[in-house]
């Protein structure tokens, strides 16, 4: 157990909606991370967040968009949903975000766009 | 642009030898850390090398050659549980990660 929860495990919901996925990250870990993973592909990153501020973007939608909250929580929040959004989404959390702080990574939530 | 190559699939026997490779080109380096996954699970850390050399821990060894810009990933004595996808990435000047495409191990009985 990485102590990084995700929540939902599963979503499914029809094209054009709008859906919020969950994390909280390991007790202690500051920097939160939002990772996009298609069927049978690599990690995509797609933000990273430290103590409640933006670090980094990556390759992320404007569709898309997260927010890390002050008891460290985030949200990554898609809407106007393609199908071509059916991915694992992983949030990840680390304790400083910065040199060699190795990821923790939660167990996922699927979405499936219909 | 930034990349990291690593080979998109090797198969070996159980019991066996095997070494993933992983050659990247970044803005800056600060290190080279691998993780495992297996199917529809979650990535889990390894190794991380800063330094040159190998590093040992258990059945797995990493090891880095920063003037090739070089690493692998050796997994020995192999067992049916380690046919995962294994990612190498790099912590760039930034000290953002840079992902490799991943490999998959398929081991054979």
């Known amino acids: 157990d990485s102590g990084v929860t995700q929540t939902p495990k599963h979503l499914i919901t029809a094209t054009g909606q709008r859906v919020t996925l969950r994390c909280s990250p390991r007790?202690?870990?500051?920097?939160v991370y939002w990772y996009q993973q298609s069927l049978d592909q690599g990690l995509q990153f797609l933000i990273q967040?430290?103590?409640?501020?933006?670090?980094a973007k990556g390759n992320i939608l404007e569709r898309f968009s997260a927010q890390q909250f002050p008891d460290l929580h985030s949200e990554l929040n898609l809407s106007s949903l393609e199908l071509g959004d059916s991915a694992l989404y992983f949030c990840a959390s680390s304790g400083s975000g910065t040199e060699n702080s190795p990821l923790h990574f939660g167990n996922g939530t699927r979405l499936t766009v219909t | 642009g930034q990349s990291l190559e690593q080979p998109s699939e090797v198969t070996a026997v159980e019991g066996a030898i095997v070494q993933i490779n992983c050659t990247y080109q970044?803005?800056?380096?600060?290190?080279l850390s691998w993780y495992q996954q297996h199917d529809g699970g979650a990535p889990t850390f390894l190794s991380y090398?800063?330094l040159d050399g190998l590093e040992e821990t258990g059945r797995f060894s990493s090891f880095l050659s920063r003037s090739d810009s070089y690493g692998y990933l050796l997994l020995q004595e192999l067992q049916m549980k380690d046919s995962a996808s294994y990612f190498c990435?790099?912590?760039?000047?930034?000290?953002?990660?840079?992902w490799g495409a991943g490999t998959k191990l398929i081991i054979k009985p």
């Open positions: 967040y430290y103590n409640g501020e933006e670090r």
């Open positions: 970044t803005s800056g380096f600060y290190g």
């Open positions: 990435a790099v912590l760039d000047s930034n000290y953002q990660l840079i």
């Open positions: 007790s202690g870990d500051l920097s």
């Open positions: 090398n800063a």
